[in-house]
């Protein structure tokens, strides 16, 4: 039996377990709910950059119990011209990349959390929101009506809790759209090392092939729908597969499990409300995922923590967690969101593409420092947000070191 709450959590994905067990190890009396029955899958590239993995150590997850983890160091870019090159990640230095698949890393997050405390309702929807005077009312299929002090909404990219509050926006659909398929019997490139693709048609997107354990590669390729229809993916995708340099490092032996999948990517966390009555919108949720890579799980949780964290520091006055909650997105992703909104718009252009790859591969340390900012080790903006500065910031050895 599920009972009334002082936070309820709806989603239990990267940004609804980071916020589940910040909460309840702080003590607190935390239920998430979620539509899905876990282990569920979700459709992604399940690449983790060093970002995402710095904030995995510190929840305390464990690689050893993700069965599917794959650290990579090697990166290959390749031009639309055909110009390619590898950026190494720093090595013997802690894990600055890897790949998990989302079905077994989300569970694990998602136990975390109970272990920390939290109560979890997977299988159950939530079906209504409504903004009481000192509560959150919240109905849930099999559980009926909850009642919560702060609700966090990391229901992801749809967020029915937004559209519950009369929040979402009209004919959204998110900027970027992406399909992902999982082969088998890759060739030994695609075996160990992450491929970027960027092909003309699809710019600023791009195809990737990041490796998984016994021979198995995550590939999929990504569009801003701002620039390429989504309609058009559908007939790209087998085009773009038997590309002779994109066939080659998958091998000639690759077999795909199953059907591709598809799946839209929110990024306009500038934007967006973040906040509403004694609500706090967290990961795809609050449309936080980078618009240059469509990346999102490090942003899921960051959002997740900052949002436990504001109403921790302010339990008891709702505004001034939801400003305190509001300032700290502010300061820690909006610069960047703006930051990456322009190099996606130089990366649209098959010149643009050139011009970065060729200028970042000039050297090794070039590739390597290039290599470390994409995989976020370091905010995107960071060279123009001087007061996010610290000390040896440029220099950190990988997470789990
Ligand atoms: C094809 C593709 C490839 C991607 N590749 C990468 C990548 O390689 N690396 C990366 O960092 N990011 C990637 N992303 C982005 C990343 O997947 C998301 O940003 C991330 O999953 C966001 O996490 P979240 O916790 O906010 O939401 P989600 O993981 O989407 O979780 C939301 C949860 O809410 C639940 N929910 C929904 N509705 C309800 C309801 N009514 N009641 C209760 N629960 C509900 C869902 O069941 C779900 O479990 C990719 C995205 C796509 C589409």
């Given at each position: 039996m599920i009972g009334d709450t002082e936070?309820?959590?709806?989603?239990?994905?990267?940004?609804?377990?980071?916020?589940?067990?910040?909460?309840?190890?702080?003590?607190?009396?935390?239920?998430?709910?979620?539509?899905?029955?876990?282990?569920?899958d979700k459709c992604c590239g399940d690449g983790l950059t060093t970002g995402a993995l710095r904030e995995l150590e510190l929840l305390g997850?464990?690689?050893?119990?993700?069965?599917?983890?794959?650290?990579?160091?090697d990166v290959w870019l390749r031009t639309p011209g055909g110009w390619t090159v590898s950026y190494p990640l720093?090595?013997?230095?802690?894990?600055?990349?890897?790949?998990?698949?989302?079905?077994?890393?989300?569970?694990?997050?998602?136990?975390?959390?109970?272990?920390?405390?939290?109560?979890?309702?997977?299988g159950h929807a939530v079906t209504d929101v409504r903004p009481r005077p000192d509560v959150v009312e919240v109905d849930a299929e099999g559980l009926g009506t909850l009642h919560a002090n702060y609700v966090i909404a990391a229901d992801g990219m749809w967020s029915p809790v937004r559209k519950h509050l009369?929040?979402?926006?009209?004919?959204?659909?998110?900027?970027?759209?992406?399909?992902?398929?999982y082969f088998s019997n890759v060739?030994?490139?695609?075996?160990?090392?992450?491929?970027?693709?960027?092909?003309?048609?699809?710019?600023?997107?791009?195809?990737?092939?990041?490796?998984?354990?016994?021979?198995?590669?995550n590939v999929g390729f990504g569009i801003d729908r701002r620039k390429v229809s989504t309609q058009a993916m559908k007939t790209l995708w087998p085009e773009l597969l038997a590309r002779p340099h994109i066939a080659e490092v998958l091998g000639p032996d690759a077999e795909s499990e199953g059907t591709h999948r598809a799946w839209p990517i929110p990024a306009r966390v500038d934007e967006i409300s973040l906040t509403a009555h004694r609500s706090f919108f967290a990961g795809d949720a609050a449309a936080a995922t980078d618009v240059m890579s469509g990346e999102g799980i490090a942003q899921a949780l960051w959002t997740g923590r900052w949002a436990s964290e504001a109403i921790l520091a302010e339990p008891d006055r709702p505004e001034a967690a939801a400003a305190r909650y509001r300032d700290r997105v502010?300061?820690?992703?909006?610069?960047?969101?703006?930051?990456?909104?322009?190099?996606?718009g130089v990366l649209a252009?098959?010149?643009?593409?050139?011009?970065?790859?060729r200028t970042s591969g000039m050297s090794h340390w070039t590739r390597r420092n290039f290599a470390r900012w994409l995989f976020e080790d370091y905010p995107r903006a960071q060279l123009f947000t001087p007061r996010r500065y610290s000390r040896g910031m440029f220099s950190r050895d990988g997470a789990y070191q």
């Amino acid at each position: 039996m599920i009972g009334d709450t002082e936070v309820l959590i709806v989603g239990g994905g990267p940004a609804g377990s980071a916020a589940g067990v910040a909460l309840a190890r702080a003590g607190r009396s935390v239920t998430i709910v979620d539509k899905a029955t876990f282990p569920r899958d979700k459709c992604c590239g399940d690449g983790l950059t060093t970002g995402a993995l710095r904030e995995l150590e510190l929840l305390g997850l464990d690689p050893n119990t993700v069965p599917s983890w794959k650290v990579t160091s090697d990166v290959w870019l390749r031009t639309p011209g055909g110009w390619t090159v590898s950026y190494p990640l720093p090595a013997g230095q802690g894990q600055y990349a890897a790949i998990a698949e989302r079905q077994e890393l989300d569970h694990q997050l998602l136990l975390m959390a109970k272990a920390e405390g939290a109560t979890i309702a997977d299988g159950h929807a939530v079906t209504d929101v409504r903004p009481r005077p000192d509560v959150v009312e919240v109905d849930a299929e099999g559980l009926g009506t909850l009642h919560a002090n702060y609700v966090i909404a990391a229901d992801g990219m749809w967020s029915p809790v937004r559209k519950h509050l009369g929040m979402a926006l009209e004919n959204y659909r998110g900027e970027w759209h992406a399909f992902r398929q999982y082969f088998s019997n890759v060739g030994p490139r695609a075996s160990e090392d992450m491929f970027i693709w960027f092909e003309p048609e699809i710019l600023p997107g791009y195809l990737w092939s990041f490796p998984l354990p016994g021979n198995r590669a995550n590939v999929g390729f990504g569009i801003d729908r701002r620039k390429v229809s989504t309609q058009a993916m559908k007939t790209l995708w087998p085009e773009l597969l038997a590309r002779p340099h994109i066939a080659e490092v998958l091998g000639p032996d690759a077999e795909s499990e199953g059907t591709h999948r598809a799946w839209p990517i929110p990024a306009r966390v500038d934007e967006i409300s973040l906040t509403a009555h004694r609500s706090f919108f967290a990961g795809d949720a609050a449309a936080a995922t980078d618009v240059m890579s469509g990346e999102g799980i490090a942003q899921a949780l960051w959002t997740g923590r900052w949002a436990s964290e504001a109403i921790l520091a302010e339990p008891d006055r709702p505004e001034a967690a939801a400003a305190r909650y509001r300032d700290r997105v502010a300061q820690g992703l909006v610069a960047d969101h703006k930051m990456s909104n322009l190099l996606s718009g130089v990366l649209a252009s098959p010149l643009g593409v050139e011009f970065s790859v060729r200028t970042s591969g000039m050297s090794h340390w070039t590739r390597r420092n290039f290599a470390r900012w994409l995989f976020e080790d370091y905010p995107r903006a960071q060279l123009f947000t001087p007061r996010r500065y610290s000390r040896g910031m440029f220099s950190r050895d990988g997470a789990y070191q």
